[in-house]
Nanobody, 124 residues
């Protein structure tokens, strides 16, 4: 069985930073491309960032480009999301997701595995 567990969420003031981690366990060979999504109250889940298996390719939502950085350490089966210059509009539950395929995509339904989410709250 393949599982994703997020950690690192919390409460931070505007302008602050957080680093989220997503640890994969089980049949980690099942996952190739990885991504981060977020969902704010009353809104749909939206794409944040994605990274290829090698880490050589990444993709970002326009709203986080230049502030967030996705990375991965395959030896530790972990994907990270470094979030800088956080703003109140970044407040959401952040989810880690994985695909069986290699291509990195923004579409939620194309991801095969999901974590349980971690809350990020940014105060003004």
């Amino acid at each position: 069985q393949f599982q994703l567990v997020e950690s690192g969420g919390g409460l931070v003031q505007a302008g602050g930073s957080l680093r989220l981690s997503c640890a994969a366990s089980g049949r980690t060979s099942s996952a190739n491309a990885m991504g981060w999504f977020r969902q704010a109250p009353g809104k749909e889940r939206e794409f944040v960032a994605a990274i290829s298996w090698s880490g050589g390719s990444s993709l970002y939502a326009d709203s986080v480009k230049g502030r967030f950085t996705i990375s991965r350490d395959n030896a530790k089966n972990t994907v990270y999301l470094q979030m800088n210059s956080l703003q109140p509009e970044d407040t959401a539950v952040y989810y880690c997701a994985a695909r069986r395929l290699h291509s990195i995509v923004k579409i939620t339904t194309l991801y095969d595995y999901w974590g349980q989410g971690t809350q990020v709250t940014v105060s003004s």
